[in-house]
């Protein structure tokens, strides 16, 4: 169990006046979650803070080769004014997957819940009271190396931020065919991939679902994505 030091603000933000305008990921709560990384500690210094700007060298690993990932899921208030989460440690369990991906430290399943039950109680007053809005909790870890050799990062910071918000579109569902993207990038430990996207198509509640045929070139075996479509969902 993660021993999570708390400082709170003491220059709380105004809550949002009209829940039917919180839009999605615009609006943040008070305070954030953050736990580091280094070789010699492993995770350590789990701690609450009042939410602000991270201060990261321009050669920074992250800016420069992409080694990131998160996830998202949301708290609900329901009739009776408690707050639930739904399968937290799912979101936790896919979070490894991708760190294994990513070659990036995994953060056990029960710290990665324990992070997101505490902030969401430590922030439960922006939980909003509105049928279709809810919380929006945004996990995600980082590579904190400063140098521009290609290489896995040695040190990161994982953080939790929450953002009370309503539907992703404030129209509604209405599917979208996008057609043909070509995106490249390089992810950790030595290897780039160009990926060519066919048919992205907005389905059912999720933002976008591309199907992947990806062109590996010297990527190490174990470092091979193992997927070949990605839905990220709202």
């Given at each position: 169990m993660l021993d999570i030091q708390i400082?709170?603000?003491?220059?709380?933000?105004?809550?949002?006046?009209?829940?039917?305008?919180?839009?999605?990921?615009?609006?943040?709560?008070?305070?954030?979650?953050v736990m580091d990384y280094a070789p010699d500690k492993g995770w350590h210094d789990a701690r609450i803070v009042p939410y602000q700007p991270f201060p990261l060298d321009p050669a920074c690993v992250i800016f420069h080769y992409a080694q990131e990932i998160f996830e998202g899921l949301k708290a609900y208030r329901t009739a009776d004014n408690t707050i639930q989460l739904f399968r937290p440690d799912c979101n936790g369990q896919r979070m490894q997957d991708s760190a294994d991906r990513m070659c990036i430290p995994k953060i056990p399943v029960e710290d990665f819940v324990q992070a997101v039950k505490t902030l969401v109680e430590v922030d439960k007053d922006w939980v909003p009271h509105s049928d279709g809005a809810s919380l929006y909790i945004r996990p995600f870890v980082f590579a904190t190396d400063v140098g521009m050799g290609v290489h896995a990062s040695r040190n990161y910071t994982f953080c939790v931020i929450c953002a009370p918000s309503g539907a992703y579109y404030a129209e509604g569902i209405d599917p979208v065919p996008i057609g043909h993207l070509i995106a490249s990038f390089f992810a950790a430990d030595f290897f780039?991939?160009?990926?060519?996207?066919?048919d992205l198509t907005i389905i059912g509640s999720c933002n976008l679902m591309p199907f992947l045929c990806p062109v590996f070139r010297k990527v190490p075996e174990d470092c091979r994505p193992r997927i070949i479509a990605v839905i990220f969902c709202a």
């Open positions: 400082t709170k603000t003491t220059s709380p933000k105004a809550k949002p006046a009209d829940e039917s305008k919180l839009g999605f990921g615009k609006i943040f709560t008070d305070h954030m979650f780039a991939v160009n990926i060519e996207l066919h």
